[in-house]
């Protein structure tokens, strides 16, 4: 490719691979390959890219005009080209057909020659599946063809009638090339699902869904971090309005508190409420989350509460810190660290080191234990409804409490949920801004911006998630094989079933060649109505929609598990047209005056309710400007109706 088409080569544009899918020896050759095009593309000489990359120059450009190939999905080939083994083009066969009669091998892509030269052949070949001559019977998922011998027999009489005898192809062979024909065919009903379809004689059903160790200290900001859950010793209550309008009071059973700590600015980088009996590796990776995406001011409604001016979060008061990652986390040994989910995400996604403490020792992870006493102090025991310890007992004033220690009594004075997230998001902002005694007096934000910014010292070095988390952080979360199902021959489109519900988009619904093979499943566990996908060789596909109700609402994970662990003991039933969430709550209203989990399952609903509402919905918006173009003008053409033999007119 000549120097000055380097500008053509627009390498945001090129549709990306998923690397994880490879194989190690073959992920070293494409990063090889990706550097030197990227290299190639910024400018730099050939003969440099020869000796830092180590791919030759005829290599180079021939990755290049690959990779400006058109793919059959309508784009660039792009960095799918750079994979070794990969074959941009079909086989097209340049020497003659040999005669074949005792062996079956040394005719490759003679078929297809053939074609080319008679496009005659091809033509009738098609009509035979468009007049019905070649149809598919349900067997399997892709189902079988019938027919194929009649429509051999009239291939081999058109290719007489065009002058070939029995010295040329396809007749001079031992089968007469009956397999290619019958292959032929079938690769056609693979790449177009309507043909397909109509080769089974069956009514296309709609898409169902589119509807070493490491070192103890940590002298520097986002060096050393440690994380911890901790159950907050507070009675909390839950206010439900019932469908008739009016308020209900239930206590839920239990609240724990997730949080990253960094240990040489005492900032907390992260944090996050878990209303379940148990916190799970789910709940960890969210606290992951939440502390490398930016955070946002926390917006206030109880009265008397104000946020010090000094205080704030830490990607909020410093842009610089926004999605930084630190090189070795502190853990315990709780099942929830340990599962390999997690462990995923904090070595290979975050890239950093995983330090396990010994069991039973909370003084090793001395600066979080040290932060959960202060919230507990500061927080948990001022409430009303706490739980105190065995030094609160025994203080002259703690039978005033004793009142709100008492199921029995009313929930008048308890805070909700609700309530105690909004104290927990001023109580981390004012911190923030308070002098700490393990600081030298300084504030955390104020430790955090010399590290940072370099005052008085040198500046650290960050260290970034990469620009694919970022747009996406719920990748974070451990890929999920997924097998496609369908069947061509009944008309049912490929889809996947994920948790019960089945998912599907546009651009699967067209895949029948993906049918009984597995994608690679990612998604956030707190809005399940969104999948992301990708194929075994890595290409990544359109993102796949729930079907029915489950698309309408945002629910997480525990929600839907919920759910269906209900439908199961047979104490929930809905229909198809049903809200499922809705159904659920009525289940847990009823259940929520004797259980506390139960109550604790509303207030969960709840709280993914109220982030649905600033949430974006699961199809993409629709701008007004894009809505009044689609909108239909003038007299309205009707069309006529085509009903396919079988069905009542």
């Given amino acids: 490719m000549p120097r000055r088409d380097r500008q053509s080569l627009r390498l945001h544009d090129w549709p990306s691979l998923d690397e994880a899918m490879l194989a190690p020896s073959i992920r070293r050759a494409f990063e090889q390959r990706r550097g030197a095009i990227e290299a190639y593309a910024r400018g730099d000489l050939i003969k440099q890219i020869e000796s830092t990359s180590g791919v030759h120059r005829s290599t180079l450009l021939r990755l290049v005009q690959r990779a400006q190939c058109a793919h ?13 083994n990969v074959r941009v083009q079909a086989y097209e066969r340049s020497r003659p057909a040999r005669v074949l009669l005792h062996t079956k091998a040394g005719n490759a892509g003679a078929f297809g020659q053939l074609l080319q030269r008679f496009p005659s052949l091809m033509t009738q070949l098609r009509a035979e599946i468009d007049h019905g001559h070649v149809i598919l019977r349900p067997s399997g998922e892709l189902g079988r063809l019938a027919g194929v011998k009649a429509a051999t027999q009239r291939f081999h009489r058109a290719c007489r009638d065009l002058g070939l005898g029995a010295s ?17 065919l079938r690769s056609w009903l693979l790449e177009d699902f309507d043909l397909a379809a109509h080769a089974a004689g069956a009514r296309l059903k709609p898409a169902s869904a589119l509807r070493q160790p490491p070192e103890r200290a940590g002298a520097d900001a986002f060096d050393t971090v440690e994380f911890d859950a901790h159950k907050m010793d507070v009675r909390l209550k839950l206010i439900d309005r019932d469908p008739l309008g009016g308020e209900q009071s239930y206590e839920i059973e239990r609240v724990w508190l997730l949080a990253i700590i960094d240990v040489a600015t005492r900032c907390i980088l992260g944090y996050t409420l878990c209303l379940q009996r148990e916190c799970s590796r789910f709940d960890a990776i969210d606290t992951f989350m939440r502390a490398i995406v930016p ?40 099942r929830a660290h340990l599962a390999a989910t997690s462990l995923d995400v904090i070595c290979d996604a975050l890239g950093c080191v995983a330090d396990f403490g010994p069991a039973y020792s909370p003084d090793d992870r001395p600066f979080i234990e040290r932060f959960f006493g202060t919230v507990t102090a500061t927080l948990s025991r001022r409430l009303p409804g706490a739980l105190p310890g065995k030094e609160a007992m025994a203080q002259p004033g703690f039978a005033a409490l004793q009142r709100l220690l008492d199921p029995a009594d009313t929930l008048r004075l308890m805070v909700t949920a609700q309530e105690l997230e909004e104290l927990l998001h001023v109580t981390v902002w004012n911190y923030h801004g308070t002098p700490h005694a393990g600081l030298g007096g300084l504030t955390p934000l104020e430790a955090m911006r010399r590290h940072v910014l370099g005052i008085g010292r040198d500046a650290v070095r960050l260290r970034r998630l990469p620009q694919a988390l970022r747009d996406h952080p719920e990748l974070l979360h451990d890929a999920r094989p997924c097998r496609v199902r369908g069947n061509v021959a009944r008309g049912e489109r490929p889809y996947i079933t994920f948790y019960h519900v089945r998912y599907t988009s546009e651009q699967l619904a067209h895949r029948s060649d993906l049918i009984g093979k597995h994608l690679r499943i990612r998604f956030d566990t707190a809005d399940l109505r969104r999948l992301y996908a990708s194929t075994e060789d890595g290409q990544i596909l359109h993102d796949l929609l729930a079907s029915g109700p ?19 003991e047979r104490a929930l039933d809905f229909a198809m047209t049903d809200n499922p969430i809705e159904a659920f709550l009525n289940l847990r209203r009823a259940q929520a005056p004797k259980r506390r989990r139960s109550a604790s399952d509303i207030a969960q609903v709840q709280r993914e309710r109220r982030a649905s509402a ?15 173009q689609q909108r239909a003008t003038g007299p309205v053409k009707g069309k006529s109706l085509r009903i396919a033999r079988g069905f009542s007119r």
């Fill in 550 to 568: 489950w698309r309408n609402e945002r629910h997480s994970l525990r929600l839907r598990q919920h759910v269906f662990k209900a439908k199961r």
């Fill in 168 to 184: 040329d192809y396809p007749l001079n062979q031992h089968d007469k090339a009956v397999r290619s024909l019958a292959r032929t």
């Fill in 614 to 628: 600033v949430a974006p919905p699961a199809d993409a918006a629709t701008t007004p400007t894009e809505l009044e």
């Fill in 72 to 84: 059959p999905d309508g784009r660039l080939w792009g960095y799918r080209a750079l994979v070794p």
């Fill in 295 to 334: 955070a946002s001011a926390p917006k206030l409604t109880l009265p008397g509460l104000a946020l010090l001016p000094s205080g704030g979060f830490v990607s909020l008061a410093l842009e610089q810190t926004e999605y930084a990652c630190w090189r070795q986390i502190r853990l315990d040994n709780a």
